[in-house]
């Protein structure tokens, strides 16, 4: 059985939507290289085709829309040498793949019920009507194995207001559908009932109008429908706003850290992130920052560059295999992180790991 699905729909008006389904349940959708490499030819097939509309994407299964990346194959690509040429071609694919998604001139619906986290977070912020349900649970946490968040989220975390990306990435906070939307993570927040709704009206459509307007009028109607679902739901970012403001307002990585470290954990909710930045790599934390900073007036091709550099970089050194050992691999969550803390992390370390290790001109993806 393929891991993606894909069903091209007739229309009323004798339209066409596609439709695109990640089909991985027992790895809660992952995204792998096979998932790439079959999505992008037939977006690109479906961009020629005047027939298509719009495309729907979605996933099998309840528990998730997209977990990330396989991160257990990756800890196999790393520690295998021989199979480095290929972890930096898939993460070249999918990098390529998230731009595309960025840059389709048709329109894309995410349907993003469940979890999603890191590469379904770069599917999710891809497309132009990104639809959360009261089952959604994204996050970017990438500093519990060593990471930082990629996948454009140097470009979508950074465009967040105030200083909330920063904190998304820093503490991997789980998001759930209203402060998804409230943060502009998310368009819309519907009910997981309504998707077999939403289906049918896209299909009974007769497209007399612009695309985006004919989706945007049926995705407002059902968010309307939806709302007293959500209206039970909590908003814990919402809530903890002034908070978040008052601590991410210090100017070093070491100070922003010490200071949340520092807050009254009696608070359920603050103590889960600061659980986080006590087990999180100091040194995620530092590329964390520094990548957003470097990232805050650069366009979304220049995005996608810089974090292939700082991804293969990463991959390159320790804390990378030994945070997903320790999570996933051997599961003790005891990492021996290269530095014990945030305040030891050494500047010239953190350095280099924003030298690219490719010119301009043999980047690749100096093509986007």
Not at 180 to 192: E, K, T, Y
Not at 309 to 319: F, M, N
Request: charged fraction near 25%; glycine fraction near 6%; proline fraction near 4%.
């Amino acid at each position: 059985m393929s891991c993606v699905i894909f069903i091209e729909h007739p229309t009323q008006g004798d339209k066409v939507l596609g439709e695109i389904r990640l089909n991985s349940e027992k790895s809660l959708n992952a995204l792998n290289w096979d998932m790439v490499q079959l999505i992008r030819p037939m977006l690109e097939k479906w961009q020629e085709d005047d027939r298509v509309c719009a495309v729907l994407l979605g996933s099998e299964g309840e528990k998730a829309f997209c977990a990330g990346g396989d991160v257990v194959k990756l800890h196999q690509a790393i520690t295998q040498s021989e199979n480095k040429s290929g972890m930096d071609e898939f993460f070249t694919q999918e990098y390529a793949l998230d731009y595309y998604l960025h840059t389709y001139q048709k329109p894309l619906i995410a349907w993003g019920k469940g979890i999603v986290m890191g590469g379904g977070m770069g599917l999710l912020n891809g497309c132009q009507f990104r639809v959360v349900t009261e089952s959604s649970h994204l996050a970017m946490p990438e500093v519990n194995i060593g990471l930082y968040p990629d996948v454009g989220a140097s470009w979508f975390l950074n465009h967040l207001p105030k200083r909330n990306g920063l904190f998304l990435g820093l503490t991997a906070c789980a998001i759930h559908a209203n402060d998804a939307v409230f943060l502009g993570l998310a368009d819309r927040a519907i009910a997981n009932d309504k998707f077999d709704e939403l289906l049918d009206k896209l299909l009974t459509s007769t497209w007399d109008q612009p695309a985006v307007e004919v989706i945007d009028t049926i995705l407002r109607q059902l968010e309307l429908d939806s709302s007293a679902v959500f209206a039970e739901l909590p908003h814990p970012i919402q809530d903890h706003q002034e908070l978040i403001d008052e601590v991410m307002g210090k100017e070093s990585i070491v100070d922003i850290v010490n200071a949340f470290l520092a807050l009254d954990g009696s608070d359920k909710w603050v103590g889960k992130l600061q659980n986080t930045l006590k087990y999180g790599s100091p040194v995620s934390m530092h590329l964390i920052k520094r990548q957003l900073d470097r990232c805050r007036h650069a366009s979304l091709k220049e995005v996608f560059q810089t974090e292939l550099d700082l991804t293969v970089k990463v991959s390159r050194q320790r804390e990378l295999p030994e945070g997903i050992r320790a999570l996933l691999i051997d599961k003790d969550r005891l990492p021996q992180w290269t530095y014990t803390s945030v305040d030891q992390v050494e500047d010239s370390f953190i350095d280099g790991f924003f030298e690219s290790p490719w010119t301009p001109e043999n980047h690749p993806l100096r093509d986007l």
